[in-house]
C-alpha cells in the first residue's frame, strides 16, 4: 500500500486547496479511507473519511460545510476539497487508509479518531493559512 500526497500550499483566509492523494495496492470497496492532520503543539485530528461498507462519510465538526472528501476509483485517486479556509486549518494534511478486516468498519469510519486506527499513511502535505 503507498500514498502520496500533493496540493499543499499557501494561502489566505477564506481561500480553497484540493489535496489530492494518489493511491495504490489496494482497493476502496474493502477499505476506509480518509485524511487527518496534525498542527504543530497539537494532536492528531481525523478530518474525513470514508466507508463504504456502512455507506458513511464523517467529517469533523469544525471542518463541515466547508471540506469534502471524494474518491476517485478508476484512478485510485483520494481528494480533499478544502474551501473557506480558516488559520486554524494550518497542519500538515495526511491521506490514509485501514483495512476493513480486525474490526467492524465502524471502528474505523467514523471511529473515534485514534492515530491507531489506521495503518496506512501518507508522508503528508502541508496547508498554511494566512490571516
Known amino acids: 500500500v503507498q500514498l502520496v500526497e500533493s496540493g499543499g500550499g499557501f494561502v489566505q483566509t477564506g481561500g480553497s486547496l484540493n489535496l489530492s492523494c494518489a493511491a495504490s495496492g489496494f482497493t476502496f470497496d474493502d477499505h476506509a479511507i480518509g485524511w487527518y492532520r496534525h498542527a504543530p503543539g497539537g494532536n492528531y485530528e481525523k478530518v474525513v473519511c470514508?466507508?463504504?461498507?456502512?455507506?458513511?462519510?464523517y467529517i469533523r465538526n469544525s471542518v463541515e460545510g466547508r471540506f469534502a472528501i471524494s474518491a476517485d476509483d478508476a484512478k485510485n485517486m483520494i481528494y480533499l476539497q478544502m474551501n473557506n479556509l480558516m488559520p486554524e486549518d494550518s497542519a500538515t494534511y495526511y491521506c490514509?487508509?485501514?483495512?476493513?478486516?480486525?474490526?467492524?468498519?465502524?471502528?474505523?469510519?467514523?471511529?473515534?479518531?485514534?492515530?491507531?486506527?489506521?495503518?496506512?499513511w501518507g508522508q503528508g502535505t502541508q496547508v498554511t493559512v494566512s490571516s
Open positions: 490514509v487508509a485501514a483495512r476493513i478486516k480486525w474490526y467492524t468498519s465502524s471502528y474505523y469510519c467514523p471511529g473515534a479518531g485514534d492515530v491507531y486506527e489506521y495503518h496506512h
Open positions: 470514508i466507508n463504504r461498507m456502512d455507506n458513511i462519510t
